[in-house]
């Protein structure tokens, strides 16, 4: 079926006259969205369905999203027959966030199905938690966490409170694909909807104050300022941070206004300094100790801290990550709360620095596809057996135990800010602290190239970068040999030196590959699951005696990032 044909398809009345209307533009104008917006089905990815609002099968609208909660609904009903069935839903501050999150709702109980919807903003963490808290059966977002402002999205949680996995994902799946658009039940029976509010902001920020927190040393005496960067976390940091006794919170107040438009930042992520920018001004006036912002969903942050010169740096998520779980080991040490049944959870593109923290802790440290849905899946499956202390990817997300099952800005904003005060106290800074890990571990750093190319020929693009990397990898990067190749896809590992091939059954299939040089460089190739863009992740590391030897070895560092950079022709 040609893309034109499947457009016609949406000048039926099973559509509103709204979308006929916009579909008919789209044709008589030969525009080219219309390729765009018609070419595909939106797909689930690492963050479940994310797209540009509009009309047509490739957007997010009324009608894709109707269609993804009626074979939602068709498979809850299917898996918990007999049973009340409950389904807690969140928004974000996104165009169009709130009148989704009523649409979802309303095919729901359409389908007998209970709803326990949130009267306004809130993070997505704070919904994960919800999930479980409430014994709901599964949970619903609205967002599309850092995108731009075109974006939004839609994410399932299940009934431990974390993100679907296989086998419930593709099962899914092929339930949404198999409803047709006349079949989705939009006449919602709001008797079936019970509405959340400020209360249950209460019971989730006293689960992230006990979850999170390990002594109270110089917390009044912490710096702090704070940004929400227009998105929902408005309405629990602040409470967050003062119920734990920080005295000295400085808000960047235009960035307190929830936007769907973003209208102070070209791009509302943490991960980019400029959105930071405004913060990291108030942080010059006030003498700030550490900065921190959110996304706009509230379960990334970025913090920034004073470095060896005195200056705000932001950290990069592996390094927030690498202060986090090293504090977090050592408290449960102290407290002699490690068995030696016990483990942290990381990602595959994420910083190998976690394996040698669990080590010297005696934790084991399980390593997931790229997304929190796969550390959610390693709590669930280790129930029973083995807890959970704490888990964090490079992507900005940390999760301090196993109260919430996704990434959690609330409960890693508690203890970064307690280190901040503790290092404080002890005549120190965040910064110092962590070079003091490197000091002991060895120092890793990190680069991360994004490329992005839009559109049907953009993704046919970056297949063809994916392909002839899989098929003509690298020989060797910034001066060392690689020496093995990891195919996430094709589940195999080989070591260049014995010319031996073993297979990898550990981890899901995924289209991602993974190079190690021999003197322990890893780069790490994928496309994004969420973004047109395809991903580079580059790692290097050596060894440091002492903080003037930070300094000298992060300028060869970079340097060697900029040469692996040369050598995959990324500029």
């Not at 086998?167 to 409803?179: G, L, Q």
């Not at 068995?339 to 976690?354: L, M």
């Amino acid at each position: 079926m040609t893309t034109l044909e499947k457009a016609k398809l949406w000048l039926s009345y099973t559509f509103d006259k709204e979308t006929r209307d916009a579909v008919q533009a789209l044709i008589d104008s030969n525009s080219p969205d219309l390729e765009d917006s018609f070419y595909r089905e939106l797909e689930f990815g690492t963050g479940g369905m994310r797209g540009v609002m509009g009309v047509g099968t490739n957007r997010l609208n009324k009608y894709t999203l109707g269609q993804a909660t009626q074979g939602l609904a068709n498979y809850m009903l299917q898996q918990f027959k007999g049973e009340e069935i409950k389904v807690a839903i969140a928004y974000d501050v996104r165009h169009n966030s709130k009148e989704f999150g009523k649409l979802v709702a309303d095919v729901l109980t359409a389908n007998g199905i209970k709803v326990l919807l949130f009267k306004d903003h809130r993070p997505t963490p704070e919904l994960s938690f919800t999930v479980r808290d409430k014994k709901c059966n599964g949970g619903i977002v609205l967002t599309a966490s850092h995108n731009p402002p075109e974006y939004n999205g839609y994410k399932v949680y299940w009934n431990d409170g974390a993100q679907i996995v296989p086998p419930h994902d593709e099962a899914i799946i092929n339930e949404v694909y198999s409803v047709k658009f006349d079949e989705i039940k939009f006449n919602g029976n709001d008797d079936l909807i019970e509405w959340i509010g400020e209360e249950q902001d209460d019971v989730y920020i006293d689960a992230c104050l006990e979850n999170s927190t390990y002594q109270n040393v110089g917390k009044e005496n912490l710096n702090i300022v704070f940004t929400s960067i227009h998105g929902t976390t408005y309405t629990t940091i602040p409470k967050a941070l003062e119920k734990a006794g920080f005295k000295k919170v400085d808000l960047v107040k235009e960035q307190m206004i929830p936007s769907g438009n973003f209208t102070t930042v070209e791009s509302p992520n943490p991960e980019e300094p400029a959105a930071l920018e405004m913060a990291m001004d108030l942080a010059r006036i006030t003498n700030a100790d550490i900065v921190i912002g959110t996304d706009p969903d509230g379960d990334r942050l970025g913090i920034a801290v004073r470095n060896l010169d005195g200056e705000m740096q932001l950290l990069n998520g592996n390094q927030t990550n690498t202060i986090l779980t090293y504090y977090i080991l050592n408290e449960w040490r102290k407290q002699g709360r490690i068995t030696g049944k016990e483990f942290i959870g990381s990602t595959i593109v994420t910083s190998d620095i976690f394996f040698d923290i669990a080590q010297k802790f005696g934790v084991d440290c399980k390593v997931g596809l790229t997304g929190f849905k796969w550390i959610g899946k390693m709590i669930r499956e280790a129930e029973g057996k083995e807890k959970f202390i704490c888990g964090g990817e490079e992507s900005f997300g940390f999760m301090t135990g196993d109260f919430v099952r996704d990434k959690d800005s609330c409960g890693s904003i508690l203890v970064a800010c307690e280190i901040a005060a503790w290092c404080k106290a002890n005549g120190r800074t965040m910064y110092q602290y962590m070079i003091e890990i490197y000091e002991d571990l060895g120092m890793y750093y990190e680069g991360l190239v994004n490329i992005v190319r839009k559109g049907k020929e953009g993704a046919e693009e970056i297949q063809n970068m994916m392909k002839n990397f899989r098929e003509n990898p690298p020989k060797q990067l910034a001066g060392s040999l690689v020496e093995e190749v990891k195919d996430f896809k094709e589940q195999t590992s080989f070591t260049v030196s014995k010319n031996e091939t073993k297979v990898m059954n550990d981890i899901p299939k995924s289209n991602v590959l993974i190079y190690y040089t021999q003197d322990g460089t890893k780069v790490c190739v994928r496309p994004s699951g969420t973004e047109p863009k395809i991903k580079f992740y580059i790692s290097v590391k050596d060894t440091i005696t002492s903080e003037a030897d930070f300094k000298d070895k992060l300028k060869s560092l970079e340097a060697k990032i900029e040469d692996v950079r040369k050598d995959l022709k990324l500029d």
